[in-house]
């Protein structure tokens, strides 16, 4: 089973703080890997998605590394706002349009 | 939410009744998802569409079936409901054209007594 292992579970931060949340994959064919906001009641949301031709992608206060010897990728909020707390997943896929999802991190940023 | 609808958006319904999903799309996309997600799982693939009557199985495919007669409409039904299967259905598609890229309808809560 071809999986993508996403931690922490859950993660508290302090407004202004950087928030981190890190994934791991193990099949190299993964080519295509994005990030999911997912607030209360609402479906996930694309964020931020990095290809492996490159090792760091940033859009406003989201950032994607990518260490693809390391067969990691991370996500990282700055400057980390109440609006942000939600469920963070990461995903993965090999050219097949199928997505693999990692389980999920629930972000809380207290003010 | 990219054109998505889903419906019903909650039910509660009984172990061993049918139960049928519907996910509507109005763009004409041809790839069409079903997600189930679960607390410590994820989202995890039900089955996904590629077009008109070309349906295949996912991760989690026990228990469920899948008809796309219409471009625009992917459904999802439970032979025979359980408990097991309680859980917040989510539709996706890709938009064409831009591959990978998946976007997801707002979800429909199924709880099986």
């Known amino acids: 089973q071809q999986q993508v292992k996403q931690s922490p579970q859950s993660l508290i931060v302090q407004k202004g703080g950087i928030s981190i949340i890190n994934c791991a994959y193990e099949?190299?064919?993964?080519?295509?890997f994005p990030w999911y906001q997912q607030f209360p009641g609402k479906g996930p949301a694309l964020l931020i998605a990095i290809r492996p031709d490159v090792s760091e992608k940033k859009e406003g206060r989201f950032t994607i590394s990518f260490n693809k010897s390391a067969k990691q990728f991370s996500l990282h909020i700055m400057d980390s706002q109440p609006g942000d707390s939600a469920t963070y997943f990461c995903?993965?896929?090999?050219?097949?349009?199928?997505?693999?999802f990692g389980t999920g991190t629930r972000l809380q940023v207290f003010p | 939410d990219a054109g998505i609808t889903q419906s019903p958006r909650h039910k509660v319904t009984e172990t061993g009744t049918p139960v049928t999903l519907r996910c509507h799309q109005t763009e004409n996309h041809r790839y069409m998802y079903w997600y189930r997600q679960d607390p410590g799982h994820g989202l995890r693939l039900i089955h996904y569409s590629y077009g008109v009557k070309d349906t295949d199985k996912g991760e989690v495919s026990d228990g469920y079936s899948v008809s796309r007669s219409k471009t625009e409409d992917f459904l999802l039904t439970l032979e025979s409901a359980t408990s097991s299967q309680t859980s917040v259905y989510f539709c996706?598609?890709?938009?064409?054209?831009?591959?990978?890229?998946?976007?997801f309808g707002p979800g429909t809560r199924l709880t099986v007594l």
């Open positions: 099949n190299t064919a993964f080519d295509y």
């Open positions: 995903a993965a896929s090999s050219n097949t349009d199928k997505l693999i």
């Open positions: 996706a598609i890709i938009a064409s054209g831009v591959r990978d890229t998946q976007y």
